[in-house]
């Protein structure tokens, strides 16, 4: 508790005494992060190996890639951002000018999870420190390699009164919860969500709450059904279904069902071989507990792919479940592993007020031709974030704000998302003081009656 006071109280003095502010403080502050990365590229493979088993193929394309992408994004645009919003005036407020500041939080909390242990912990750091804000990160325990590199890394290249890295265990999380902070970004469960939003409520705290979802894949009967199977194979078992935005269940026209079946039955092979638990690059569940959950769910329905599991290398092959009911735990909760549950319909109004009366997803993806049902269905639910025909890539583009909606989350960030995230808007007008405009003042009958014709 005094370590963790501590630490806040030192970064909340360095940012009082101006610090953070200046542009090119910023910018080199960013510089830095990248060089870091780069010099450090070769242990972060190793580390998010030892933690999950990743590929260096998908710890480049999920990880590093997207982080170099926002960095450079924000050192392109830094100063641009940074500038003064100017916005127009009344007639009632001629002379005046107006416009919107964007000043930093001050000290802000990172809560990072384990299924991107290194993306999702520097991700929101982009923005925060384009941005001028101190921050403190604390990365998640479960990914433990991950988790040391970061603290290593960040502790050498940067003063720990600017950015510092708090390891531990759920003691740990919640004495930083205690402190003060400025703004908390938190990546995780709807769960823990809600703890950290009554933790923030202490000290009425803005919050980013980026969570998660039961999100959903609509096949309809006219999509192109190989791209389509490729696509949420490749959505699905990537980071071995790990991931905030992974197609959680599968919703097909029943004239499309079989050959979509097959074509993804097809790709999971090509992709991850005909013996996934030996493919040395396919990502492994994080820990027992997770893979103990998952594999209660292999015993419901039918086993139509995969179904295999190695408990000593934490290992679920990638696995299609067929005859699957709305009422089986498996659509309960989400799922967050390489199990994907395949549901029909013969409506797509059906389908769709059926998942709107559901949580709202952090993602929903729809696979179909018919450009006014695309549109249907992208207005219809409300969802965080989404595609027409692919799964997952949208979140890749740093140009589209990344968050959820209700139970899925709140606030969004990626590119300049992340730094309006971070930022403060402040309204300011500067009045002139050439003339004055005398119909606000009371007592005049003429100006009254400007008024009349002027705010009517």
Not at 85 to 102: A, E, F, L, R
Not at 115 to 122: K, V, W
Not at 231 to 236: A, D, E, L, S
Not at 423 to 429: A, L, R, T
Request: proline share 4%; aromatic share 10%; hydrophobic share 40%.
């Amino acid at each position: 508790m005094e370590y963790t006071e501590a630490v806040v109280d030192n970064q909340r003095s360095f940012f009082m005494n101006g610090n953070t502010v200046d542009y090119e403080f910023r910018k080199n502050q960013l510089q830095k992060l990248r060089d870091m990365l780069k010099d450090n590229e070769g242990k972060i493979y190793r580390a998010l190996k030892r933690d999950l088993n990743k590929s260096s193929h998908e710890t480049l394309t999920t990880e590093l890639g997207m982080l170099y992408l926002e960095i450079d994004l924000a050192l392109k645009n830094l100063r641009v951002w940074m500038e003064p919003d100017k916005v127009q005036s009344p007639i009632t407020h001629k002379g005046s000018k107006s416009y919107i500041m964007k000043e930093p939080f001050g000290v802000v909390l990172v809560i990072a999870p384990w299924n991107y242990p290194l993306q999702l912990a520097i991700a929101p750091v982009v923005g925060a420190i384009a941005a001028g804000n101190c921050v403190v990160i604390k990365p998640s325990e479960h990914a433990k390699a991950t988790s040391a590199l970061i603290s290593s890394m960040i502790n050498q290249t940067f003063d720990s009164s600017y950015i510092t890295v708090v390891e531990g265990a759920q003691e740990a999380s919640e004495a930083l919860l205690k402190q003060r902070f400025d703004y908390i970004f938190f990546t995780g469960s709807s769960q823990i969500g809600k703890m950290v939003m009554r933790a923030a409520s202490e000290y009425l705290t803005p919050v980013t709450l980026e969570l998660g979802g039961k999100s959903p894949v609509i096949v309809d009967e006219d999509a192109n059904i190989n791209f389509a199977a490729k696509r949420i194979v490749w959505g699905k078992f990537t980071n071995a279904g790990q991931t905030c935005v992974a197609p959680d269940y599968v919703y097909v026209h029943e004239k499309a069902k079989f050959k979509l079946l097959k074509a993804m039955k097809k790709y999971i092979k090509t992709l991850y071989g005909r013996e996934p638990l030996k493919n040395v690059d396919f990502t492994r569940i994080i820990n027992e507990k997770h893979f103990d959950r998952l594999e209660k769910f292999l015993s419901e329905g039918y086993v139509l792919h995969g179904g295999n599991s190695n408990r000593e290398s934490l290992m679920i092959e990638p696995t299609i479940l067929d005859k699957i009911t709305w009422e089986d735990s498996i659509m309960k909760d989400e799922i967050f592993g390489p199990i994907l549950p395949v549901l029909t319909f013969t409506n797509i109004e059906d389908a769709l007020f059926k998942i709107k009366r559901m949580e709202k997803p952090l993602a929903l993806y729809y696979f179909g031709e018919n450009e006014k049902m695309q549109q249907q269905v992208m207005e219809y639910v409300s969802f965080g974030g989404g595609s027409i025909n692919d799964t997952l890539y949208h979140l890749a583009n740093p140009h589209l704000p990344f968050g959820g909606v209700g139970n899925s989350g709140i606030g969004a960030y990626h590119g300049k998302y992340s730094f309006d995230t971070f930022s403060h808007k402040k309204s300011i007008m500067k009045q002139t003081t050439k003339f004055d405009m005398p119909f606000r003042y009371p007592g005049n009958k003429l100006a009254s009656k400007v008024v009349k014709n002027v705010m009517k």
